[in-house]
Each structure stands twice: as structure tokens, then as C-alpha cells.
């Protein structure tokens, strides 16, 4: 079983769980993962999270590109990985149907392996896209309908049209 988590620092990934974490302290987080085997991955490092150093050691990967974060955040992210000799991951984050496939990882590994062993593999990155502005608002929107937050929605709906093809600048 693998969970995204919200920890009290950002979102960590435990990939390869026997059972649901309860901590939501980075630190305990990551040791109670590790505690039963757990993989933990590091999606969008630099974006909407505050990671120690010590966090970014903790982790077994860390998401390299992800499709909804600036080049510089992902040059950040890679630059990370590399220095710290972490695996890197892609993801595409997608909240919407049609960017499921806009980041997409390629392993070398054989289809009997399991998951610890395919994300160990030889690693390649196979695509990387990033997504529209307008797809982000647009899941923005739907985020704040089912949050019942009606002023997030409009001012949502206003940049969705604002980022229009037709819009005018």
C-alpha cells in the first residue's frame, strides 16, 4: 500500500506500507515508514513544503519533476537528489484526467519485481510536461466547490478565463 501524507512540513509519500501511518511529524513520519519497511518519497520538495535537511536525508526518493511546479523548483529538486546521491522520481500531480501522462518514469526491471525493486532499478525519465495554467485553475476551482469556499471558486474562475487562449491580455 502506498499513501500520500500531509505532515506538519508538506506532503511525503510512504510507498510499500503494511499498514496507515499516524504521525504527522516529518521526523516521526518517516521513522514509523521506515519502521515497517516503507519507502519514503519526497514529491515537489520545494513547493508548498519546508523540509529540513534532515528530511531530505531521510528520504529514500525525491521527486525531481513534477508538472505543476517552475523549472526552478524542479532544478532545485534534481540538484538535491543529486547532491544527496537520492533516486529521482517524475510525476505528473495530475488533478485532472488529461495530465495523467504528462511526466511519466521507465524502469529497467522485470515484471515479477516488486515495488521497492523497480524503484531501485535503472531509472529513466520516459516524458516531462508541464501542465496549463488553465488545468491548474480549473482544479483550483473544483477544490474550492468541494471545500465549500465560493470566493476561492470565483477568483478562480476569473484567472481561468483570464488564462483563456481567446482572452485578451
Not at 28 to 39: C, P, S, Y
Request: aromatic share 6%; hydrophobic share 40%; proline share 5%.
Amino acid at each position: 500500500m502506498s499513501a500520500e501524507y500531509k505532515s506538519t512540513s508538506g506532503d511525503i509519500i510512504a510507498a510499500c506500507l503494511s499498514r496507515p501511518l499516524l504521525q504527522r511529524e516529518p521526523m516521526a513520519l518517516i521513522q514509523e515508514a521506515h519502521a515497517q519497511g516503507a519507502l519514503i518519497i519526497l514529491p515537489h520538495p520545494y513547493r508548498g513544503s519546508h523540509f529540513s535537511d534532515r528530511i531530505l536525508e531521510e528520504a529514500d526518493i525525491i521527486e525531481v519533476f513534477n508538472s505543476r511546479c517552475s523549472d526552478e523548483l524542479n532544478a532545485r529538486a534534481l540538484a538535491t537528489a543529486q547532491a544527496l546521491g537520492k533516486p529521482g522520481i517524475v510525476g505528473a500531480d495530475a488533478h485532472l484526467a488529461h495530465e495523467l501522462g504528462l511526466a511519466l518514469n521507465e524502469y529497467d526491471a522485470p515484471l515479477t519485481a516488486d515495488l521497492r525493486s523497480i524503484l531501485f532499478s535503472s531509472w529513466q525519465v520516459a516524458k516531462t510536461e508541464h501542465t496549463t495554467m488553465r488545468s491548474i485553475r480549473r482544479s483550483q476551482m473544483i477544490k474550492a466547490r468541494r471545500r465549500m469556499r465560493p470566493i476561492l471558486f470565483a477568483k478562480n474562475l476569473v484567472r481561468w478565463v483570464q488564462s483563456s487562449p481567446t482572452a485578451t491580455p
